[in-house]
């Protein structure tokens, strides 16, 4: 199995803000939101709180991303600016088909560009879900409050999608025993 050695910052960073998004999102099911002159249940007021936290930390992960010394650099992130990242999450996209069209599971690789690239999505992601909860809670009533709403909502679906894919793949590498959950979901120092 092999052996990915991420900073204690950032498997903390990590957990907890996929333990938030779970929480928000698990939330999103049974809260109830205002509507009209009616101001939303407690797990309503809750969720608008534990998103402000969940924001804070995001931005906590990003600082951590800009300053580590240890983990996928920035720009594996976000290959997008750079024709020579680019051309390497293109590169592991045809790896990753070319082992689909034999009906074989890629073989992992602990610095694929296109894991990369992902990784990067998603903190984009749930940064962008948490940013327009936010603002949105601090434009109401305000007619641009509902543009903000939408948006959250829109963006909540996808990091749904986002979670169950990227949770679902670590859970089957784990099974292979190609990448342990614990390289990611342990406080332990890296040996």
Known sequence: MTVTKHTIATRFLHMGVAL?????LGASLVMQG????QTGDLLFSAH???GL?????????????????QGSPSAALFPWFLAERRADVWSDIRRH??????????????????A????GLGL????????TGATWWVTQPSATAGVFREAHALLANLAWVYLIAHGGLAVLHHLRREASLANMWSLRRPN
């Open 20 to 24: 938030l998004v779970l929480w928000q």
């Open 34 to 37: 205002p509507e009209g002159t």
């Open 48 to 50: 608008n709180y534990v």
């Open 53 to 69: 936290a969940t924001l804070g930390l995001l931005l906590l992960f990003w600082l951590n991303v800009a300053v580590r010394r």
């Open 97 to 114: 088909a070319a082992s689909m069209k034999k009906l074989r599971f890629p073989p992992h690789e602990d610095s694929s560009a296109l």
């Open 116 to 119: 990369s690239a992902i990784h």
């Open 124 to 131: 984009l992601l749930m940064t962008l879900m948490a940013a």
